[in-house]
């Protein structure tokens, strides 16, 4: 699924899924635009379930705190777009 408004985000990420009218109601153009920030990031989720990978990346001590805070504000960016596409549909 790609769009053409967010080239940097349809580059960066790939979305797929079975209910493509869902998953373009929920990647609104904010969260595409906040997501184009995290190149890094692997996202999997399937009904109430989101998963964050860091391909590759090997996280040190120190650096627990502050991914764990940056997981927090891409899942917020998530319940953002789902509460927006609730309020659309009623």
Same mark, same amino acid.
């Given at each position: 699924?790609? !769009? $053409?408004?967010? $080239? &940097?985000? +349809?580059? +960066?990420?790939?979305? #797929?899924?079975?209910?493509? *009218?869902?998953?373009? *109601?929920? !990647?609104?153009i904010? %969260?595409?635009?906040? %997501?184009?920030?995290? =190149?890094?990031l692997?996202?999997?989720?399937?009904?109430?379930? &989101? !998963? %964050?990978?860091? /391909?590759? #990346? #090997? %996280?040190? $001590?120190?650096?627990? +705190? =502050?991914?764990?805070?940056? /997981?927090?504000? &891409?899942?917020?960016?998530f !319940?953002? *777009?789902?509460?927006?596409?609730?309020?659309?549909?009623?």
């Amino acid at each position: 699924i790609n !769009f $053409p408004d967010t $080239p &940097v985000f +349809s580059e +960066s990420f790939i979305l #797929r899924g079975e209910d493509e *009218a869902a998953i373009r *109601a929920l !990647f609104t153009i904010t %969260l595409r635009k906040e %997501l184009e920030k995290f =190149p890094y990031l692997s996202i999997e989720g399937m009904g109430d379930h &989101v !998963f %964050l990978f860091r /391909n590759n #990346r #090997r %996280l040190k $001590p120190e650096q627990f +705190s =502050p991914t764990i805070e940056e /997981n927090k504000r &891409v899942l917020a960016l998530f !319940f953002a *777009a789902q509460q927006a596409k609730q309020a659309q549909t009623g």
